[in-house]
């Protein structure tokens, strides 16, 4: 074999090389990308609508990943677990008379939770992030509980969104006290009191729909 045609033969091997290894290269990056879907489910699409690129949101999640897999996280034991159903009880309760309390005290016992798990709770979005590796479907209701928290802050929000914040509250408390990333907020929503305000203001309407009736009535 003359050096002319040795030459070829390695400029052959090497290019099929070179397209084997990017192949190679390819059908992890796919499965990579597969493997953080499932895993971070709404919160991988929430971070590529941020980033506006895959490949940072993958390698931010990742890292979050790393993070997260160095925390020591700690079970609840059987005593913590009645105490936070029963602090949860008592923000239901309240949700009747003060649903703006509620609120701010359903915020209060996630972080509590957390803590108790062994979650660093300095930072909101800390918080978020830490628990969308463990938990990524409660962590969207988590997101939109705190906007409607704020928005109450600014007097910017209605009874029922103040309700629909005690609920998303609601599943991410069962996520950690159950250890289970099921959304709750089908299944609770109607444990959820209505406001005694709200229930004063229906009684008003249909007494309203009651005298209407009873005028009709009346002229007929």
């Not at 996280?73 to 309390?101: A, I, M, N, T």
């Amino acid at each position: 074999m003359d050096s002319l045609t040795l030459t070829l033969v390695i400029v052959i091997v090497v290019i099929i090389l070179a397209v084997f290894g990017l192949v190679i290269y390819q059908q992890a990056r796919k499965r990579r990308s597969e493997q953080l879907q499932n895993r971070f489910g709404p919160e991988y699409e929430r971070k590529v609508e941020d980033t506006g690129d895959p490949k940072q949101a993958e390698a931010q999640l990742l890292a979050r990943k790393k993070r997260h897999d160095e925390l020591e996280l700690k079970e609840l034991d059987e005593g913590q677990r009645r105490q936070y159903e029963q602090r949860w009880s008592d923000v239901q309760r309240e949700f009747v008379d003060d649903p703006s309390g509620a609120v701010r005290k359903a915020d209060g016992l996630v972080v509590d939770v957390m803590s108790a798990r062994g979650y660093p709770v300095d930072d909101f979005d800390r918080r978020a992030e830490d628990l969308s590796v463990k938990y990524p479907v409660v962590t969207q209701n988590y997101r939109e509980a705190r906007q409607i928290a704020r928005a109450n802050r600014n007097g910017e929000a209605s009874t029922e969104d103040l309700r629909n914040a005690v609920t998303h509250y609601r599943s991410l408390v069962d996520a950690l006290v159950r250890d289970t990333d099921q959304d709750w907020k089908n299944g609770s929503e109607q444990d959820i009191p209505r406001a005694r305000g709200n229930r004063d203001e229906s009684a008003r309407a249909d007494g309203r729909v009651d005298e209407r009736v009873e005028g009709k009535e009346t002229r007929a």
